[in-house]
């Protein structure tokens, strides 16, 4: 190595020191003077003499490979030390000639060394490849000539490694394209590549850009041979072209292998838009930049959708839709290239964040949805950036760091532009409803109005502003938004900047509606001493835009609204202290004589307010007329605090007033008023705000119990007072419901409360717990579970917070407790609708809700399966496996990767959970192969063995004996203290008492008093199955009147209990006489049962209970004649016996009864009646017990869920049975379905046509483009009371179960024979689910809306996208097999038949860089490639007028993609492979198409490798299939939409490649392509 190094020294040397005579022999690349350079030798020692070139030549190869073989260093770095030698040579060019000479041929012989060495593993050295990428050092030869024979150098090695890699074909030679010259690298994909993809890129992209600063630095100087020759530029340019030509196989008019694909070099040709913009490109580099930008669009066009503009539905879409394809990286290398009207089809973070203000999404959710969109964006703006070539003399090429500033800045940009978006759309949309033209001379009072308020008859429009103004509070509240960029926001909507509206122009831009959202904002205390104080300060700027946003017109107009309409007169007053020289502001403001006249209305307002509560005059705090709470709502805008403060004080007033409640003495309560929901919801945000600070701080959030503050002394609690009032508990959750965004973080702050207190029962359970603790718990569990349901459900934090109850479910002993602890368990569960459940219950790393108001960081999930079961209680766990079937049946798993479900399913129980074949029939396939390998269900306990244990423990008589030996309780109570034992009790205790009917109720207490409360779920099961196999030897009239008594007389047995014993799933229910009559007696024979039902029914509990002003005397009236008992003490208080021992601490009843523990089992009993196919009684159970679902939070969400399970189920094929459950959960006028279907549910008929169908689709359409419709009953309800208060999902939700309903009728005639079928084997299972798919493939609604949506002509305004993509949301919605996947298969009817896609598209020459550069091209360019309108944008289509049906379903189908899951895909990949199999393709169109199909889910995928595979292979099979059938295809002609394929291809293999093992398996089928497409896919997969 050393005599190298001093050899190649000398070499260089001898161009600066004067050699005696050096003759060349011949120039190597014909580019240097061959003339001899004369030199005198200087005196000095030398190692080495030169002779001529040869010998210098074969000198250095020689001390190459001797240095290389030594092995001291490696190969690399030995060739690294000779190019930096011929880089260091800068004079003589007879000399530079030597030493490119030498590298030749230093390079062929190493290509011979690794031709040899190619299946030889372990070769030291390192791959040719590294070897090559020396070679690029030396580019950065500035010289024209040094730089042309650096590039000819290496396409000189790089002909000679094709030729070596492909037995000969090479660039220049003649085209070899036999299909046996490289089959053994076909059928391999493994072959040794000398030169890989990523060395070729590598070098092309370092001479491209070494080119673009040469072209900055040199304008085309002269040529030294004379101004008519080419410049030195030119010289260097056609070299590079020359290279170029040579990476894609191109050598004049000769064709070879190619090393890169065209879509590379265009890829790594685009140096980005900031050169591109510069003007750094010379007119030849520019063309051939354009040339590949043109190429990259051409490919963009079938990567991304005719129209991605698909709306973020919050908790409809799945999770992967915030994961958008305009935001992957991937695709920002190509979206790019697209014009600005293609861009437009794909989303923005600013139509995200204003879909989910419009659906009320929760904040946390708005939040992660920004978050998303900001990791995806960095990555696709890196991905860019990497891919872009930015010269550090660009200006504003550095790229600035981004700081929390500037990310704090962006998201409140977001969410002003969107909160922007919506109140001008939400005041635009009042202006329509109002008439603010017609002015009244004299003002005709309506009923809501009198003297001093005026309030428009119709003011339901104005809950929008509440909303608006509520998530506006929040923004500003926590900082999310400044407020003084709100207010120039506003400003600008009146005044918009730029334009040539002066104040006091268009007086329509005008409105009090946004000085009124302006002035919720001054009740921010912060905002009040902060920007306000500052401007009253300065130079009242903003007092000014205030008074210029001033509509003085709509105050005395006809549809007046003095709530609004009085907001700059209560900003005044508001603010009246800060006002300096309150006697001048009308001469420094004059536009304030418009609003003084009215000035007046305030300050009586403020007069009558005071005097009202001075002398404690209820009427006008308890708003219950409109007239009166608008009042107090306009009191509340001017008076900080004060209205506030007076409903508290209203609520809990200072004067002592006990009252009592039903549980007994130790509840007691301080009586007070009771505040209306009109009052509550019309005050201004900060009042609201105030007044749950004030109840959560005295009465919710001590753990000493209601705390109250006289005299201004500390808060404290008070004598005889532990309990809070019915009345406070209401306000409560009707502010929660009113202001879900400024009050959601107390909410945070009780579910973080919850969760210590459930970590403090694994430490010590309930006795470690104080009685105000206890108090607490069961008042939030009551008002979580019978009023903030509808809450939680849309929750951001919902499928989490089981986690809040965990231990509490096994460590409480309070039976009360855990009585409503176990339903809200049960109702919290049911409430799950995503796969975030089962996330969240392999989830160990969850530790409670952030109480961060904004922007919460992401929580990375690792999966672990818990050491310790969920739920003890067997109830408990086979609803939550119910709920698991039940969401993965309607979202899949696709969104959560990793996550395995048997171990979700493993984790719920203690013990394996057997189900019947009439469950499993219903489940979907992953869960029922997972239940289909549980172990049988147990045996009955036979009547013999009881009877024996009685014998053998003659104990047993003390618990119908009260004579028996002493000693026998304590007995029993040791011997039931095993839990392997009790099991037993009960069955034992019916043994006996059928003997005789009267127990000793103290011991059978003691004896249950010792059996943890979770697990008497599964002692009652086993009781029912005992009885269940007696009915038939001892009679129902026998055995229903003693279970009566266990449930509802001595309290042993809870009758929800029984119920799902009966119910469980355990037992196959069809045809088992013996349950079904235990069921209906049980729910429809029972006496006791019937009398509190009837009782129930009579008290006539309202569904509307937010407005029910009477629910707290209904609810005492009822609890006084059925009173709860918890601790089996119901018989012996009855007749007055002391109770030993006494029962636990009773804790406060407000909203929980029997009938109300009973509704969720009920609504798991439902699923199990469907499936039992008793059709009578179903329709009884439904038609009798139908009165409880008005206490049901979600009754719509619930029946949607019951068709979606058990659409296909024959029992619920028939119109009675479809009635009484329509009838039985729906409160019909609570929900606006449409006239057809609430004519079928009170007895008609009901047809489904086309205009029905349209109506539908608009009706979607209209809420998905934000439409604020007018409510077509006057009796809906508040949208926020709603059950479901996002208006999409609200519709969505209504339709579907319109279509389910159709579906089920249109079943009817089959379904007869289907009820004699009763399918108990997986073989009979899936049978079933075939005849499903073919019954769903001839629904005749199906095919009527995919002819509607196909049909531009049909859809009204707004017409265009949003039809489609309603069409698409609601198939993904729906069951798959009756929308989505009949819309997907329908693009076989698309491809075979559509003309368009028949036709060939014009042939291509492959492209040649040298041919392109010749002048004549220059001069007549040939026409690029115009899209079709089959790919065009379709809103682009239909502004031309060019929509087409291939375009048209290509949308729709990416619309159902993007909101399906995997099953969506599945039956994509079937379709596919189809068209391939039906052998019907023949044209390279069809064959562009279903790439287009594929395209914009590549990056979805990915993560499925068999369907990704599967799918790539099927797509070169069609290649081959298409190919034969084109005339134009042979060695050097392609045609446009074949060049387009072999992007995507290439485009797959650069972004998504899913690796050799796959390539390998897709290589059969690239073997079956035309020689010239086989090599060049070749050149993609054998890297």
């Known amino acids: 190595m050393d005599k190298l190094v001093q050899y190649l020294l000398d070499v260089i040397q001898s161009s600066y020191q004067d050699l ?20 005198t030798r200087t005196d000095g020692p030398r190692v080495f003499e030169f002779d001529d070139s040869e010998s210098t030549c074969n000198s250095i190869r020689h001390l190459t490979l001797t240095a290389i073989s030594s092995g001291t260093m490696p190969a690399v770095d030995v060739l690294r030390v000779v190019v930096d030698a011929v880089r260091n040579i800068h004079d003589a060019s007879a000399v530079l000639d030597i030493g490119f000479r030498s590298l030749f041929e230093i390079y062929q012989k190493r290509l011979s060394f690794h031709c040899a060495n190619r299946y030889t593993t372990g070769v030291v050295g390192g791959t040719f490849g590294e070897e090559y990428l020396i070679l690029t050092k030396l580019f950065e030869l500035h010289r024209p000539r040094t730089w042309v024979a650096a590039v000819r150098l290496v396409s000189m090695v790089t002909k000679s490694a094709i030729g070596i890699m492909y037995g000969g074909t090479t660039p220049g030679e003649a085209p070899s394209l036999s299909t046996g010259t490289h089959a053994a690298s076909l059928s391999e994909i493994s072959g040794i590549n000398f030169l890989p993809e ?134 920002a290398l190509v979206r790019d290239s697209l014009t600005f009207e293609e861009t437009e089809r794909g989303p923005s973070a600013n139509k995200y964040v204003a879909d989910l203000l419009y659906q009320r999404a929760p904040t946390d959710e708005i939040f992660a949805a920004i978050r998303n969109h900001r990791i995806t964006k960095k990555k696709a703006m890196a991905a860019v950036a990497n891919d872009s070539y930015v010269p550090n003399r660009v200006p504003g090429s550095v790229a600035v760091e981004e700081s929390v500033d500037a990310e704090k800045h962006e998201v409140a940009q977001l969410l002003l532009e969107a909160m922007a978006q919506r109140i001008e759309q939400t005041v635009r949309y009042i202006q329509r409803q109002c008439d603010f033209e017609t002015l009244l001379n004299e003002r005709k009072l309506n009923d809501n109005s009198d003297a001093s308020m005026i309030v428009p008859r119709n003011i339901q429009y104005w809950e929008h502003m509440n909303e608006i103004a509520d998530q506006l509070y929040y923004f500003v509240l926590f900082d999310a938004i400044p407020y003084k960029a709100v207010h120039e926001r506003l400003y ?80 005044m007053s508001h603010q009246q202290e800060k006002i300096s020289d309150n006697q001048g502001v009308k001469f420094r403001h004059p536009r304030m004589a418009v609003a003084m006249p009215f000035a007046a209305v305030v300050f009586r307002l403020r007069q009558e307010f005071g005097r009202w509560f001075r002398e404690e005059r209820p009427e006008l705090l308890a708003g219950d007329t409109v007239c009166r709470a608008m009042k107090t709502a306009a009191v509340s805008q001017f008076r900080q605090y004060a209205v506030p403060n007076a409903l508290y004080t209203f609520l809990v007033p200072p004067r002592e007033a006990i009252g009592q409640l039903p549980s007994g003495p130790l509840t007691t309560y301080q009586q007070g008023g009771r505040i209306s929901t009109l009052l509550l919801d019309n005050i201004n945000v900060g009042g609201k705000h105030r007044l749950l600070q004030l109840v959560y701080k005295m009465m919710l959030a001590h ?89 939680f459900k849309y929750y951001a934090h919902a499928s989490h917070l089981v986690h809040h109850l965990r231990h509490s479910l096994v460590h409480v002993t309070h039976r009360q407790l ?120 147990e045996p009955v306990v036979a009547a013999a063995d009881v009877r024996r244990l009685i014998d053998a423990r003659p104990e047993h008589r003390a618990l119908v004996d009260a004579g028996a030996a002493p000693g026998s309780e304590a007995a029993l109570v040791a011997l039931y203290a095993d839990a392997r034992h009790r099991p037993l009790f009960l ?46 030897d001892v009679g129902l009239g026998t055995v229903g009147p003693l279970l009566d008594s266990l449930m509802f007389t001595f309290r042993f047995v809870q009758h929800e209990h029984v119920v799902f014993g009966l119910v469980r799933g355990v037992h196959d229910l069809r045809g088992d006489t013996a349950r079904l009559a235990l069921v209906r007696h049980v729910l429809l024979g029972s ?109 719509l969400t619930t029946l949607m869920n019951t068709l979606f399970v058990f659409f296909d189920a024959p029992a619920l094929h028939d119109p009675t049975v479809m009635r009484s ?284 490798e068999l369907l990704y595979v599967q799918i790539l292979g099927d797509l070169v099979s069609a290649m081959a299939q298409v190919c034969p059938h084109i005339e134009s295809l042979d060695i050097d002609t392609s045609t446009d939409a074949v060049e387009q394929v072999m992007d995507f291809f290439c485009f797959v293999k650069d972004q998504f490649d899913p690796g050799r093992s796959a390539w390998r398996s897709i290589a059969p089928h690239i073997a079956a392509l035309p020689s010239l497409l086989r090599y060049q896919l070749q050149s993609i997969v054998d890297q």
């Open 20 to 39: 005696e005579y050096l003759v060349p022999c011949g120039s190597f690349l014909g580019l240097f003077d061959e003339r001899p350079i004369k030199r």
């Open 198 to 331: 990523a060395v070729c890129r590598e070098t092309i992209r370092v001479v491209w850009r070494l080119l673009l600063d040469s072209a900055a630095t040199e304008r085309q100087p002269a040529s030294v041979l004379g101004s008519a020759r080419r410049t030195r530029w030119q010289i260097r340019f056609d070299a590079t072209l020359e290279l170029f030509d040579c990476f894609v196989g191109r050598s004049g008019q000769c064709l070879g292998r190619p090393l890169v694909s065209y879509y590379t070099v265009a890829r790594e040709l685009d140096p980005g838009a900031a050169v591109a913009e510069s003007g750094l490109l010379t007119d030849e580099m520019q063309a051939i930049v354009d040339l590949c930008f043109a190429r990259k669009r051409r490919l963009g066009r079938i990567l991304l959708p005719p129209d991605g503009s698909w709306p973020l539905i919050s908790h409809a879409s799945r999770a992967h839709t915030v994961k958008h394809v305009y935001d992957q990286p991937a695709y």
């Open 492 to 571: 600008s909507l009146v005044f918009p900047k730029d334009s040539d509206i002066q104040a006091g122009g268009s007086m329509r831009r005008r409105d009090n509606s946004y000085i009124w959202l302006l002035l919720q904002l001054f009740h921010i205390e912060k905002v009040a001493a902060g920007p306000i104080r500052a401007d009253l300060a300065g130079d009242e700027d903003m007092l000014d835009q205030l008074m210029q946003m001033y509509n003085e017109q709509q105050i005395v107009s006809k549809d007046a609204f003095y709530v609004r309409d009085l907001a700059l007169q209560a900003a």
């Open 703 to 791: 753990e000493m119990g209601p705390q109250f503050q006289v005299d201004g002394r500390p808060p404290a609690a008070r004598d005889g007072i532990t309990c809070v009032s019915p009345h406070v508990v209401d306000t409560v959750y009707r502010l929660l419901y009113n202001a879900p965004y400024s009050n959601e973080l107390m909410m945070k702050e009780v579910l973080e409360k919850l969760r210590r207190c459930d970590e403090a029962m694994v430490r010590g359970g309930v006795a470690r717990l104080a009685a105000p603790t206890l108090r607490w718990l069961y008042t939030v569990y009551q008002l979580m579970n019978c009023r903030l349901l509808r809450f």
């Open 818 to 937: 855990y009585g409503s602890l176990e339903c809200f368990a049960l109702c919290l569960v049911n409430l799950q609708h995503d796969v975030g459940f089962l996330q969240a219950l392999l989830d160990p790393g969850y530790h409670g809700v952030s109480l961060e108001p904004v922007r919460p960081e992401a929580r990375p999930v690792r999966y672990s399966k818990p050491a310790v079961a969920w739920f003890a209680c067997a109830m408990l766990a086979r609803n939550a496996a119910v709920v698991i079937a039940r969401i993965v049946a309607m979202r899949g798993l696709g969104d959560a990767p990793g996550l395995v479900l048997e171990d979700c399913l493993a984790s719920l129980p203690l013990q394996p959970l057997p189900w019947a074949p009439a469950v499993l029939r219903f489940l979907p396939r992953p869960v029922r192969a997972y239940y289909a390998r549980a172990s049988s269900a």
């Open 987 to 1032: 069955l034992t205790l019916w043994e006996l008492l059928l003997e005789s009917p009267r127990p000793v109720i103290p011991v059978v207490r003691r004896v249950l008093l010792a059996f943890p409360p979770s697990q008497m779920s599964a002692c009652t099961a086993a009781l029912v199955d005992y009885i269940a196999a007696a009915v038939d």
């Open 1087 to 1195: 006496v006791e049962f019937v009398a509190r039902l009837a009782e129930w029914q009579r008290l006539d509990f309202q569904g509307r209970y937010w407005a029910d002003v009477d629910h707290w005397r209904k609810q005492e009236a009822y609890l006084a004649r059925f009173p709860e008992y918890f601790e089996y003490e119901a018989q012996l208080v009855k007749d007055g016996v002391a109770v030993d021992p006494p029962p636990a601490l009773p804790l406060p009843i407000y909203y929980e009864t029997a009938m109300v523990r009973l509704l969720p089992v009920l609504e798991f009993a439902l699923g199990r009646l469907i499936e039992a196919e008793d059709r009578s009684l179903l329709c009884d159970v439904l038609d009798r017990l139908g009165i409880l679902y008005r206490l049901h939070q979600v009754p």
């Open 1221 to 1504: 459950l329509a009838l039985s959960l729906l409160d019909m006028t609570q929900q606006s379905f449409t006239p057809e279907f609430t004519r079928f549910v009170a007895g008609g008929d009901w047809s489904v046509d086309a205009g029905y169908v349209c109506r539908m689709l608009a009706r979607i359409s209209r809420a998905i483009a934000r439409h604020l419709r007018r409510p077509e009953k006057d009796a809906l309800p508040e949208s926020h009371y709603r059950e479901i208060p996002n208006p999409i999902l609200l519709v969505l939700t209504e339709c579907v179960v319109e279509l389910l309903t159709w579906w089920c009728l249109h079943q009817a005639p089959a379904s007869e024979a289907r009820l004699l079928a009763r399918p108990e084997s997986e073989a009979e299972f899936r049978a079933e689910e075939a005849a499903r798919t073919k019954r769903a493939a001839a629904w005749p609604v199906a095919r009527l809306w995919l002819d509607i949506a196909m049909d531009p002509a049909a859809h009204p305004p707004p017409s265009g996208a949003t039809y489609i993509h309603s069409t698409g949301l609601l198939a993904n919605v729906l069951p798959d097999e009756l929308m989505a996947f009949p819309f997907v298969q329908h693009l076989t009817n698309i491809v075979l038949e559509e003309p368009v896609l028949k036709t060939i598209s014009r042939p291509k020459r492959y492209f040649s860089f040298v041919e392109f550069a010749l002048p004549a091209t220059f001069a007549q360019p040939s026409p690029l490639f115009a899209a079709t309108a089959v790919f065009n944008s379709y809103e682009q289509n239909r502004a031309r007028h060019m929509v087409n049906r291939p375009n048209t379903y290509l949308t729709l189908l990416h619309s159902i993609l993007h909101y399906g899951g995997i099953g969506t895909f599945n039956t994509l990949a079937e379709v596919i492979r189809g068209l391939v199999a039906s052998g019907q393709l023949c044209s390279d169109i069809q064959l562009l198409y279903l790439c287009a199909t594929v395209g914009p889910i590549l990056y979805r995928l990915k993560d499925h």
